[in-house]
């Protein structure tokens, strides 16, 4: 049975259930053992906890897993200060070893506690100076507390200790980002693709730094592969609005004194059609429209074509997104549609009142 021991101190009292007695109460200790006996006792095994008046003794034998392993465990529930109760008293009495060192310096990352995060990776890196991921999460730990040029040696030398960790790559390449480096910090994003092709999160960090690059075509390129390995989901969704800002701003920056004459012009053509439909036709096109556009529509491309059932004749990507903002504007009156036409659209509804 491995054995913990804690200062009471140090227990975040916010882990215990709403009414439970504060730190001043003497059923505090109690509120604590019953606490910890509930969240280890779900492992299997073997707990016993003593809540003293200073320390707690933490006595746990889980039946599948090693003390380390079960800390992981905790951290992947998301049981963050509960692993790192358990890691800390590890640490005191195991200082060098790296598990405990790597885990916890992880934990108290994560949890913004950066001081304390930093002097166990430091450390670690000391006990395994041959070993990336050491220095991998000291670099993170340093550019979360804002000392982003402390971050660039121990990612650095990451990257020339495991020339293939992705990880490495990708946060050294985020880093020289935002000390204007572009040229570096691209050839390391995009070592990291090479590396981690399938991690969408990759190539969304490649894409932005192209963008700061002002290389809208390779970002374009980047946000696809997001969409195409996340589909609909946060990062998903986050590449798709990326590609809608890139393709707005390269639409205005073709425009004549800021407007589209062509994109007036099928704001006008969508109005003069919806002008003889109701309001449960338009709401039909609009579903159809939003739904297709959901993939995204390419309007710098004329040569690009859309059908849609809901819409005689085919559509170029412009026009498309010309009569889903015009539906909106009659369905759904000042919704966010991805795109701002309200200049041509305002255009386009004064010429139909004339």
Known sequence: MSKAVIHLSSFDESLLPAGSPNRDSEDFPLAVSNYLTKDLSSFGGKVRIVVGP??????????????????????????????????RSMREKQPNDPEVLYNLGMALSDLGKLD???????HLTKVQPHKAN??????????????????????????????????AHRNLGGILMKLGEKTEALKHLRQSAEIDGSDPRVWYGLGEAYLLADNRTEADTCFRKVIMLAGSSDIGEA????????????????????????????????????????????????????????????INNPDTRYQFDSLDGDFSGLRAVCYMYTAGQRILPGQDMGIDLSKEYAQAFSMLRQ
Not at 67 to 85: F, H, M, P
Not at 116 to 122: H, K, N, R, T
Not at 135 to 155: H, I, K
């Open 134 to 167: 050491g220095f991998v999460a000291l670099g993170v730990a340093y550019a979360r507390d804002e000392r982003t040029e402390s971050s660039l040696e121990p990612l650095r030398t990451a990257c020339r200790l495991e020339p293939d960790n992705g990880h």
């Open 239 to 298: 590449a798709k609005r990326q590609m809608t800002k890139m393709a707005q701003e390269t639409l205005r920056e073709k425009s004549v004194g800021g407007n589209r004459p062509d994109a007036m012009m099928y704001c006008l053509s969508a109005l003069e059609l919806f002008q003889t439909m109701d309001d449960s036709q338009i709401k039909k096109i609009l579903f159809e429209l939003a739904m297709k556009g959901d993939r995204g529509f390419d």
């Open 116 to 122: 304390e995060a930093i002097d166990c990776l430091e």
């Open 54 to 87: 200073e320390f707690i003794e933490i006595d746990w034998e889980p039946s599948e897993y090693d003390l380390v392993d079960s800390c992981v465990a905790l951290l992947n529930q998301g049981k963050y200060q509960e692993a790192v109760i358990i890691l």
